[in-house]
């Protein structure tokens, strides 16, 4: 059998914060190979799959040793002659090995590598793109992207409570011009930032590290930059990444930058009121994670007319997914395949939250690499949406740039995921 995995090895390499990580590479015995590298969250939900990590002094205990060691010791040995074309099994495989429900056992990093590289050697043997070998003979199209402008929060020494401030490019017709649109709105928010004296470099995932004296001003500051660089009327809008369990805990908000503490109510109604006044059409994790209440309350607020994303709040589980659409909470979840840590149980995720009608948004993680496979995946299982970071950094933009190849592969049959892909009713004004 050509396609059964003849060979699986782990090597340490580095993030893009300078942390090790692991990367695996399959060899099957047809002679196909495959590269998965484990990216690393900051901002991680509780219920998210758990690295292992070695602890101590090395690295400041980010050390993958341990994890390296059990994909070339026991993974190794359990994945040897499998199919690699059945991942269902090479994921069911590897989930019993380790036996936890969160994968501290063998390590979400030591799991994930070695489930997307099996993927992508399943696929190098089929002579494919990973995105046509997943999406098959199924309808395809180019994510529409979320393009963070600031970065804050746990990515920039928490300058903003708030996480991402992030653009929506809705009047692109193309996944190449939605890249032109980012790039211009970018560039004006530099400038805006530089003029008055209060940029601080970039953030962990490229976004402008901003000195803010509020949340809102930040808000401010990004309709102005998309107004300077000539954007109209919702051609460009914005989405939010709260991140909220980073600040937020039993139903209080502490707000650093505004040396304010709030509850659950006080903060929606603040989080509201941007709504109301500013052009914001998604927002993600609006409330920490221990707060259903809060999302079911905001959910209900906006009432149909902003995408709420459930990402700590439902780390990419399908299980969780349904739950929340049952309690009204979410309209849409983000897609990270190392929070649930293998291939098969992301998909399951994106297949839940499809039947329901929802947006789903695959993500990269704050510690990435020069890795692309997202680009592939949001094409390939047709998710609609893309959410990489910013307009700078080569391992943000290493994934922009593929999904420009894969455009350019699609050719006249290319189809870029406008608005309609938002799970809200009509198109935002
Ligand atoms: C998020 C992600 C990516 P992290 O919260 O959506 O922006 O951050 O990878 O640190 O969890
Ligand atoms: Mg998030």
């Known amino acids: 059998m050509n396609n059964a995995i003849r060979a699986v090895h782990a090597r340490r390499i580095w993030d893009s914060r300078g942390r090790p990580t692991v990367e695996v590479e399959v060899s099957l015995a047809g002679g196909a190979r495959g590269r998965g590298i484990a990216p690393a969250g900051t901002s991680r939900g509780s219920n998210e799959a758990v690295d292992l990590r070695d602890g101590g002094d090395s690295f400041g205990g980010f050390g993958v040793q341990r994890a390296l060691a059990n994909v070339n010791g026991p993974i190794a040995a359990a994945l040897e002659n499998i199919d690699a074309e059945d991942q269902e099994r090479v994921d069911r495989t590897l989930i019993q090995l380790d036996g936890t429900p969160n994968k501290s056992n063998l390590g979400g990093n030591a799991i994930i590598a070695t489930s997307m590289a099996v993927l992508q050697a399943a696929a190098a043997a089929h002579g494919s793109s990973l995105w046509r070998y997943l999406a098959g003979a199924g309808p395809t199209v180019l994510p529409l992207p979320e393009i963070q402008i600031f970065g804050g929060g746990a990515h920039a020494g928490r300058r903003t409570d708030i996480q991402d401030f992030l653009i929506m490019p809705l009047g692109a017709q193309s996944f190449d011009e939605a890249m032109v649109m980012a790039a211009e709105v970018y560039r004006a928010a530099g400038e805006l930032l530089a003029a008055k004296g209060s940029r601080c470099g970039v953030a962990d995932e490229g976004g402008w590290w901003p000195d803010f004296a509020s949340n809102e001003e930040a808000l401010g500051m990004l309709v102005r930059a998309i107004d300077k660089a000539g954007y109209r009327n919702g051609e460009v809008v914005i989405s939010l990444d709260i991140a909220a369990s980073e600040f937020g805990s039993r139903g209080r908000y502490k707000l650093a930058l505004e040396k ?170």
């Open 260 to 429: 304010r503490e709030l509850s659950t109510a006080e903060w929606l109604e603040m989080l509201l009121g941007w709504v109301k006044r500013y052009p914001i059409v998604s927002v993600e994790d609006p409330v920490a994670e221990d707060d259903p209440d809060g999302m079911r309350a905001f959910t209900r607020a906006v009432g149909g007319a902003v995408q709420v994303v459930g990402d700590d709040f439902l780390v990419t589980n399908a299980k969780r997914i349904e739950d929340a659409a049952e309690a009204g909470q979410c309209n849409a979840v983000l897609i990270k395949p190392n929070q649930t840590g293998t291939m098969t149980e992301s998909k399951q995720a994106v297949a839940a939250a499809k039947r329901l009608g929802w947006g789903t948004i695959v993500s990269a993680r704050s510690g990435e690499t020069e890795d692309v496979m997202i680009a592939h995946l949001a094409t390939g299982w047709n998710a609609g949406q893309l959410k990489v970071g910013s307009f700078s950094r080569s391992e943000r933009m290493a994934k922009w740039n593929e999904v420009l190849r894969i455009e350019a592969q699609l050719g006249a049959a290319a189809r870029f995921a406008g608005a309609g892909v938002l799970p809200m009713r009509g198109k935002p004004s």
